[in-house]
């Protein structure tokens, strides 16, 4: 059981137990392909593009092109918590506690469904057969820290560097949702580097402020939970900012978030509050995904 819920016996005089500051829910999980999954592993089928061929003759053989196939494995993890709550410690404060138990597991599971997400941004895909084709994020696909400028944060030319590759992939705005995960400081390199553009200054501060949440065509989503890593031009440290289509990376559900709180007969009949997941994330394609780095260090 949890040792400090003593903080809010009602000599601290709590109407209410109140939770730190935390990510409350998933950020991402509704910006990328959600899909059920039935087995430890499974198999993701993909299908390449043709060529057609000219009629050159009348009556001539049908065509036979061969289509080119592919796959992506996906593994899922299982993620579970659970605390109890003494009926004695019950007893001494003045609510059930249990009900924000449970909602903060939810919320650490739902963080978890985040991590894998991004993991999955840049992370080995598997390929082939039998999965065991280790497919690695192309350099290509990455906007260097120092991309118009030496070491900078995110700029206006990185954002518009990221449209440029997805729409030289084929990438259709209007087919498909284009997303970009960005955390505060990021936000605040956009404020400091469009203050003699008033245009874009404008529409980036009402993106801060949470009055738009659009620009320069991808819907932006607020995430502190973005990896680092080393930058291509040289940088020791940099913030790893993914712009992606909604089906350039996808989430497998093996089984959703549940919750339960049940009275345990072997604890004194305490009631224990459990949460638990299993899913898995996959990049379902290498030229959805953009890598901007953003310079730390």
């Known amino acids: 059981m949890s040792f400090q819920i003593d903080t809010a016996f009602v000599k601290q005089y709590h109407a209410n137990v109140e939770r730190l500051l935390q990510q409350r829910g998933s950020k991402l999980r509704g910006a990328v392909r959600v899909e059920s999954q039935s087995s430890e592993e499974q198999y993701w089928e993909q299908i390449g593009s043709v060529e057609a061929l000219p009629v050159t003759t009348r009556h001539d053989d049908s065509p036979l092109v061969s289509t080119p196939h592919d796959r992506r494995r996906v593994t899922l993890k299982a993620y579970n918590v659970g605390d109890m709550v003494d009926q004695l410690d019950k007893v001494q404060m003045l609510i059930d506690p249990t009900s924000t138990y449970v909602q903060n597991f939810v919320d650490a599971i739902s963080r978890k469904m985040d991590d894998e997400i991004v993991s999955a941004f840049y992370g080995t895909a598997y390929t082939g057969k039998a999965g065991g084709t280790s497919t690695t994020f ?160």
Not at 261 to 290: C, L, T
């Open 138 to 297: 192309p350099s290509g696909n990455k906007i260097s820290e120092d991309f118009g400028a030496t070491n900078s944060g995110l700029t206006i030319a990185k954002l518009i560097e990221a449209r440029r590759l997805l729409l030289s992939f084929h990438n259709d705005p209007e087919a498909e949702p284009w997303y970009i995960a960005v955390n505060a400081a990021g936000l605040a390199d956009l404020l400091n580097t469009t203050q003699v553009q008033s245009a874009d200054y404008n529409t980036v501060r009402a993106l801060v402020r949470g009055d738009v949440d659009t620009f320069l065509g991808f819907k932006f989503l607020h995430s502190e939970r973005l990896t680092q890593g080393a930058g291509a031009g040289g940088a020791a440290t940099c913030d790893l900012i993914p712009a992606w289509t909604k089906s350039g990376v996808m989430l497998a559900m093996g089984k959703d978030i549940t919750a339960r709180v049940a009275e345990r007969p072997d604890k004194r009949f305490s009631v224990y509050a459990y949460a638990e997941a299993s899913f898995g994330a996959v990049r379902m394609q290498e030229n959805k995904v953009i890598q901007i780095q953003r310079f730390v260090a």
